[in-house]
């Protein structure tokens, strides 16, 4: 899911992370509930310790 300009893009996905489906919405609602679940997923989400992966002879592009 993303917010780009005035729109949200939810894409759908199979097991094999192929593009099945996207829906395109520009309607406020659907924005406020885009912006609370992405704002949601940002408060919890914690940083990539970029040490700690070069500690394990990762770079920050092998990151997921």
Sequence with gaps: ???ADDAVVV???DDHDRL???IVS???AVREWAER???AYFSDAEPLD???LATQGMTAEDAP
């Design 26 to 28: 520009d309607d406020p």
């Design 1 to 3: 899911m993303g917010i």
């Design 50 to 52: 970029l040490d700690a």
């Design 37 to 39: 679940t992405l704002d």
């Design 11 to 13: 894409n759908a996905v």
């Design 20 to 22: 099945q489906a996207a």
